[in-house]
C-alpha cells in the first residue's frame, strides 16, 4: 500500500494567532477560544474512549470473584469476558452505518444510553446468561464508541492537530483502563465485584450530558447540504480567512462523490477504496492477534500462574495500568512528529522481543523475583504497545477512508478488530490451562513478527495531510500499488 506523498496544494493548516491591523490581542484571544473549544469537544467525546477502556479493563479484577461466585470453568470465563467484545464487533459494525446516517454526535448519545443501562445490568446480574447477555448489550456501546469517536475527532480536528486529538481518544481508553485497575485494587478487599462493573454508569451519564451540548462535524453537515452549520463549527477551529478555503475543500470532496451517483456499498468496490479496506482490515487484526487484550483482560490471572495471589495479582496490574497512560501520552506527542508507519515498525519490533523473554520468564521457578520479572515484562510489552501500535492503528483507521464511506469502512474495519478480539478473549484461559503461559506468548511473538512484516509492506502514512488532501493522494497510490516495494514507503 503506497503511503501518500507530501506533493499537496499549498494550505495553511495551523490555527494559531494572526496579525492584523488591530494588533495581536483580538487574534490570541480568537486561538485561545478555539483552543478551549476544541479542548472541551474532545473532553467529552473522548468520554467514550474512557467507558471502552473502563468496561474492557474491569473484568480482569471482576473475574476472580464472578469465578467463584458462579463456579466458572476456564471456558466459561471466555465466554463472560467475550459476551462484551462480539457485542461490540456488532456495535462497531452499526456505529459505523449510524454515525453516516443519524450524524457523529447523534450516534454519541444513543452510544451513552446504552453504555448507562449496560453498566446497570451488569452490576445487577443474577445469573451467568443474563450476565453474558448483559455484557452482549453493553458492549454494543463499547464497539459503537470505537468507531464514532475517533471518527468525531479526526473530523472535527484542524489537520495539524488531528493526531494527536485522535489519539488522545487512546489516551482516554488506557485511562480508562487504569481507572478500572485502581477501583478493582480497592474493592478487591470487600470481594465487591458487582461494584467495580456497576461504577461504569457514572462517567456514561457524563457522556451523555455533555454531548448534548456538542455540534456535529462539519463534514458531516456538509454532507447533509447544511453549509452554514458546518461553517459555524469551522469558525470555532479555524481562524476566519481559512474558513471559506476548508470548506471549499470539503465541497469538493463532497462534489466528486456526487457526480459518482453510487452509494457506499457500491463505492466499496472501486479498486483503490477496496484495496484501502482490506489495509484497514489487516492492521485491525494487527492490532489484536499481537496479544494485547490478553494481558489487559487476564493480568490477574496471567501474574497467578507464577504464585501471586488474587489479590495480589490484582493490585501489581496497576503496573500495567499506569504504563499504558504514560506510554500512550509519549506516542501521542511523537505521533504528529515521527510518523505512523515509523511508529508502527518500531514498536512491532520491542512487542516481538518483549514477548520472546515474556514466555521465557514462565518457564522459571515459581518464585517472587519472578513475579516480579513476568510483571516487569508485561510493563515492557505494553509500553512498546500502547505507545505505538495502538496510538498508530487507531489513528490510522480514523484518517486513511475517503468521506463517503469513512464510517462504513471504519466500522468494518473495527468490527474484524472485535471478533478477533472476542477470538483470542474466548481462546486465550482455554490455551493458557492447555500449553502454558510461556508457549502462549511465544505464539503472540510470532504473531508480531508477521505483523511486522505486513506493515512494513502495506501501512500507509498520513501525517500533516488535510483528510481532503490525504484522499486524493491515497486514490493515486493505491491505483498505482502495482509495485508492492513502493507501497508502503512513506
Known sequence: MAAPTSKTAPTRTDAGPRSGPDGDSRDASGAGSAKRFIVGIAAIAALGGALFGYDTGVVSGALPFMERHFGLSSLGEGVITSALLIGAAFGSLAGGRMSDALGRRNSLLWAGAVFIG??????????????AVARFVLGLAVGSASVITPLYLSEIAPPHIRGRLVSFNS??????QLLAYLINAVLAHWEAWRWMLGLAALPAVALFLGVL?????????????RQDEAATVLRRTLPAEDVPGELGRIDRARSL???AQRGAWQELRTPWVRRLLLVGVGLAIVQQITGVNAVIYFAPKILATTGLGTNAAI???IAVGAISVVATAIGMSLIDRVGRRPMLLTGLSGMAVSLGLLGAAFHLPHSTAVSCLVLGLMVLYMGFMQATLNTGVWLLLAEMFPLKVRGLAMGAAVFVMWMVNFVVALAFPVLLDAVGAGVTF??????CILSLIFCKRYAPETKGLALEDLEQE??????????PERAGRG
Open 118 to 131: 449496560g453498566a446497570v445490568a451488569v452490576a445487577l446480574a443474577p445469573t451467568v446468561p443474563f450476565m
Open 171 to 176: 489516551l482516554m481508553i488506557v485511562s480508562g
Open 213 to 225: 451540548f456538542l455540534p456535529d462535524t462539519p463534514r458531516w453537515y456538509i454532507s447533509q447540504g
Open 257 to 259: 462523490e456526487a457526480d
Open 315 to 317: 493490585t501489581a496490574t
Open 442 to 447: 511465544w505464539l503472540f511473538g510470532v504473531m
Open 474 to 483: 491515497l486514490r493515486k497510490a493505491a491505483e498505482g500499488a502495482g509495485e
